[in-house]
């Protein structure tokens, strides 16, 4: 029998009404909040913390509507919070670096990131609506490319738009080129399979523009990774893939970039000289790093100093063991929920197993790409249903009702079907 203490907090197998979810002006908010952050300094329009602000009030807002509540909802992005909170107090009392540091500042708005996306995953349908948006941002800043300083093969954005260096452009159009390439492989529908396998060929082009390796793979491997479902169902999306690859290929349309990836195939990027030496430094200083002002590392080819380039190594060596293990637990949990959501047979399992995969090859390839908006989202659209699908389970162990359509008070329980069929 529960005691009146216990029987004030919901346990996590409680349904969870849809007033305790965020309401749709809130994903509304949190998109205007990521196309403010991406342009916003270029376009002018920045003004104090007013992007800070909106993520406040954005968490504020879920917070409030979840009430008590709220503890349980946000039990999959504790292990992140617990990360940038230890990362943080580190560097604040352990290497007197202020919050202003440009590798302090970005961890405080990560976390109420954390917070709102964690929220609008349980509303279903998100993780579409998202990557659409992710996808029109990505389209609005096509008119700045420029030549890269420092490598006229390679194009960038404008200075000033957030995602200007072609290794942060070119992971966030392979986000768009995965999600585009699962929606025609997942659809039934001949001309929205056209429809967007041209948009992923135009996304593939931009990731070309950008001569950025470590993308490209990632693109490649997580498209991989999604077509070993299809292999199982049926060989006529796949072959309509490679149909459309070799179209393309036939015609020349990639053959520019492919003589640049060529070209720049031979060139050593840097990451392989610098991981040893940096993980030496871990080794050296285990308990809390060398501080995020000096994670610059000598490379073993050449001698010159660069950042690592992995944000498992970046975080280790800046804050040391606890945020690196707290960091590692999170990717490891979304893999499990990950998993679980495969064999439950939830709607978007084949998008959030390969958006996932591709979020962690592209955090083994640069420095905080996790705090990027489409990291958020592709890594909230496996804990907010994988929280679900939990909370289900264990209402269900406890003898709990539980309803065909119905999971947390509410909130749909993940559909099995297609949803795009």
């Known amino acids: 029998m529960r005691t009146a203490a216990a029987a004030s907090v919901p346990a996590a197998g409680e349904r969870i009404a849809p007033k305790y979810t965020p309401p749709i002006a809130i994903e509304y908010l949190f998109y205007a909040q990521v196309l403010y952050s991406i342009m916003g300094a270029f376009l002018g329009l920045s003004i104090g913390m007013?992007?800070?602000?909106?993520?406040?009030?954005?968490?504020?807002?879920?917070?409030?509507?979840?009430?008590?509540?709220?503890p349980v909802i946000l039990t999959p992005v504790l292990l992140p919070i617990a990360t940038a909170v230890s990362y943080l107090l580190v560097q604040m009392f352990v290497h007197r670096q202020g919050l202003g540091g440009e590798y302090v500042r970005p961890f405080v708005p990560w976390i109420a990131g954390l917070i709102v996306t964690q929220f609008l995953a349980l509303r279903r349908g998100f993780l579409h609506r998202a990557a659409l948006v992710i996808l029109v941002i990505g389209l609005l800043t096509l008119p700045f490319l420029r030549t890269f300083i420092g490598d006229e093969s390679r194009l960038a954005l404008a200075k000033g738009i957030t995602i200007a260096n072609p290794n942060d452009l070119g992971a966030w159009f392979g986000f768009c080129c995965v999600y585009l390439t699962l929606v025609g492989l997942e659809t039934k529908r001949t001309w929205l399979r056209v429809l967007v396998w041209l948009a992923a060929a135009v996304c593939l082009g931009v990731i070309g523009l950008t001569v950025s390796r470590g993308p490209l793979l990632?693109?490649?491997?997580?498209?991989?990774?999604?077509c070993r479902r299809i292999l199982k169902r049926g060989f006529l999306?796949?072959?309509?893939?490679?149909?459309?690859?070799?179209i393309a290929v036939g015609i020349g349309v990639f053959d520019q970039q492919a003589a640049r990836f060529?070209?720049?195939?031979?060139?050593?990027?840097?990451r392989f000289a610098v991981w040893p030496p940096a993980i030496a430094r871990i080794i050296a200083a285990p308990v809390f790093g060398v501080g995020s002002n000096r994670v610059e590392t000598e490379r073993a080819d050449t001698g010159t100093p660069i950042t690592p380039h992995n944000a498992f190594i970046f975080i280790g060596l800046a804050s040391g063991m606890l945020p690196l293990l707290l960091f590692v637990a999170y990717w490891f949990h979304c893999f499990v929920y990950m998993r679980r959501l495969g064999a439950a047979g939830h709607e978007d399992a084949p998008f959030q197993s390969a958006l996932l995969l591709y979020a962690f090859l592209i955090t083994m390839n640069?420095?905080?790409?996790?705090?990027?908006?489409?990291v958020m989202i592709a890594l909230a659209a496996v804990t907010g249903p994988g929280f679900l699908l939990q909370a289900s389970v264990q209402g269900r162990r406890r003898g709990r009702e539980a309803r065909p359509h119905v999971g947390l008070?509410?909130?749909?329980?993940?559909?099995l079907r297609p949803p795009l069929a």
């Not at 060529?262 to 840097?270: C, K, L």
């Open 50 to 70: 007013l992007g800070f602000g909106m993520l406040v009030l954005a968490a504020g807002v879920c917070l409030l509507s979840a009430g008590t509540y709220a």
């Open 218 to 226: 990632a693109t490649a491997i997580a498209i991989a990774f999604a």
């Open 237 to 246: 999306p796949l072959v309509s893939l490679l149909l459309a690859v070799w």
């Open 262 to 270: 060529a070209s720049r195939g031979t060139e050593e990027s840097g």
């Open 366 to 374: 640069l420095n905080l790409p996790f705090m990027l908006p489409w």
């Open 409 to 415: 008070k509410g909130i749909p329980r993940p559909q």
